[in-house]
């Protein structure tokens, strides 16, 4: 018996990709739970802001009343890694995290798709995915190296290894299946 997923993989990744990258993920499992959820734990950076005196020299004791008001600081920047376990998307997670990206990406100032982000490699996984016609296991991303495990059309547990450039071919299939942007015709005199 083969599965027939009735999933888009495409969308489901894309939004919990996207969702990953707003905590600044850069290594991640990613495991499907039941139909309508997946759980998520890995590494995460975060920059936090701190503030440090500037040394300051002193050319005489009434320079150093006037400087007590005035504490001149700095702002630096201190990278905190933390694991995190347990992230849990349900379906009504990724249609919020897919309405927002369709948003952001409808914009006047969107930029094209960065072909290294997670949520693009998680987009290219779920083409590729559906394309195959699979059903998600799992899924991984540990130093630009995608695996996957999952069950294809002929009901065989299967695990792959990918890299970006290894998803590329998929992008540009994605990309050539996209319609053409509809041209205004010109209404009047120019």
């Known amino acids: 018996?083969?599965?027939?997923?009735?999933?888009?993989?495409?969308?489901?990744?894309?939004?919990?990709?996207?969702?990953?990258?707003?905590?600044?993920?850069?290594?991640?499992?990613?495991?499907?739970?039941?139909?309508?959820?997946?759980?998520?734990?890995?590494?995460?950076?975060?920059?936090?802001?701190?503030?440090?005196?500037?040394?300051?020299?002193?050319?005489?004791?009434?320079?150093?009343?006037?400087?007590?008001?005035?504490?001149k600081t700095t702002r630096t920047s201190v990278l905190e890694r933390f694991n995190f376990v347990g992230l849990r998307f349900t379906r009504d997670d990724i249609e919020l995290l897919d309405r927002k990206g369709k948003v952001l990406r409808s914009s006047e100032n969107a930029c094209?798709?960065?072909?290294?982000?997670?949520?693009?490699?998680?987009?290219?996984?779920?083409?590729?995915?559906?394309?195959?016609?699979?059903r998600l296991l799992g899924l991984s991303w540990h130093q630009q190296i995608?695996?996957?495990?999952?069950?294809?059309?002929?009901?065989?547990?299967?695990k792959e290894e990918f890299t970006p450039p290894d998803l590329y071919d998929v992008w540009v299939h994605q990309f050539k299946k996209r319609k053409p942007i509809r041209v205004l015709k010109p209404t009047g005199s120019d």
């Open 146 to 158: 995608l695996t996957l495990w999952h069950i294809d059309a002929l009901g065989a547990e299967v």
């Open 1 to 71: 018996m083969t599965p027939k997923p009735t999933v888009r993989y495409q969308n489901i990744l894309r939004a919990i990709g996207q969702g990953l990258e707003t905590l600044n993920v850069d290594s991640f499992d990613l495991l499907e739970a039941s139909d309508n959820e997946f759980v998520a734990g890995g590494n995460c950076n975060r920059s936090t802001n701190s503030y440090k005196p500037k040394p300051s020299r002193k050319k005489s004791f009434l320079t150093l009343f006037s400087n007590n008001r005035k504490l």
């Open 112 to 134: 094209p798709p960065n072909p290294h982000s997670i949520a693009h490699i998680l987009r290219m996984t779920g083409v590729y995915l559906d394309y195959k016609r699979s």
